[in-house]
């Protein structure tokens, strides 16, 4: 098989693996069961597949070999006679899941919004929650997720089996919540896409400056999302603030893998297409009339892509609509965001001023960001010798390889330019 058709068969069995794993849990309803027969059964297609060539049927093959597997697994375990007659009286024919319907509302038949929910349980944390989305819902390997987040395979493969420990011992139901619990629910469930989405669209760690896997699983989500859930104006505005942050993906990086900001971009590497999907987005959304934070960031997004260049910007635009997030998220990066505004629209004093006073915010005092921000804004006064400080403070925070070296080389940059003008 030759490599795209390898791409191919690990897009599909990735597209399939939760569809699949819904429908076993129907069955079996044990989390932990279910998804290693699914684990099982895609290992099995990945081996088989590439040889004997993806069957007609390929969510069915996957579907009877799960099941084949609980069945083998019940008959090697007395304790289990009960659920292998279960398993045995089930046809060996893959049917496709009922259409899930909660409150008069149809969810469509894969599962994923369930799978979704549930992984998003008010009883995980939040990296247990990522972990778990990513691996049951996302389809990754818990080598994929563990080389993501920088952690040891077995840390991330104990992370998870604490996931499922909890899931199992919460006794969760394979259902969709209620409405007054989705709704509840919804919440953790997009932070956990944009979480997902941020760390593979910036990476935090690391020598890359992008996760390519974690930035594409987390649209495929939320798009799925999306499409089960249209009239939900969040929803629609998160698709639309990943579909326009991540159509800057390829400008973000030079070609010996560098850092590249945005006001030194090729404007002209970024994804129309892209950018067109997400302005139609969430300019859907904001008319529903529900304003969100997930709506307002896209607002902002949007903004910067139909610049043609830095400097035609609307960046009061972009300040008003920092003021209304700020007001509906206690949030320090909205309130750093919104000092860079500021210093666009009314000066870089006046954005330093609005961080000094969210510089005693615990949350942000030890945050890279925050010095790195301040060290641009230095820039733009001309006082080279304080930004080059700040900008070389906000390099020994990071954990970022890229970012680090552009914070550097920006402060090497500046002193020199201050030393050839005091020359």
Known sequence: MTSPARRTLSHLLRDL???????????????????DAVQDALFAAATQWPIDGIPQNPRGWLYQTALRRLTDQARSNSARREREAVVARESPV??????????????????TLVLLFMCCHPSLSEPTAIALTLRAVGGLTTREIASAFLVPESTMAQRISRARQTIASSAVSFE???????AHRLTSVLRVLYLIFNEGYASSSGADVHRVELATEAIRLTRALHHLLPDDAEVAGLLALMRLTDARRDARVGPHGELIPLDEQDRTRWHSEA???????VSAALR?????????????????????TMAETDWPQILAFYEVLADIEDNPIVLLNRAVAIAMVRGPAAGLAAI??????????????????????YAMTGD????????????ARTSSMPERNYLLAKAVRLLAARALTAS
Do not use: K
Request: glycine residues 10%.
């Open 17 to 35: 693996a939760p569809q699949v794993l819904g429908g076993v849990m129907r069955r079996c309803r044990d989390f932990a069961d279910a998804e």
């Open 94 to 111: 893959a049917t496709e899941s009922e259409p899930m319907v909660a409150d008069g509302i149809m969810f469509g038949g894969d599962d």
């Open 176 to 182: 969709m919540p209620s409405a007054a619990e989705r």
């Open 275 to 281: 950018i067109a999907e997400g302005i139609a987005l």
């Open 288 to 308: 529903l009339g529900r304003i969100g934070a997930y709506q307002l960031q896209a607002a902002i997004a949007a903004i910067h892509d139909e610049a043609a």
């Open 356 to 377: 000094d006073a969210l510089g005693s915010d615990p949350r942000i005092q030890a945050h890279h960001r925050i010095d790195a921000v301040r060290g641009h804004l």
């Open 384 to 395: 080279a010798q304080r930004a080059a400080i700040h900008l070389q403070q906000a390099a």
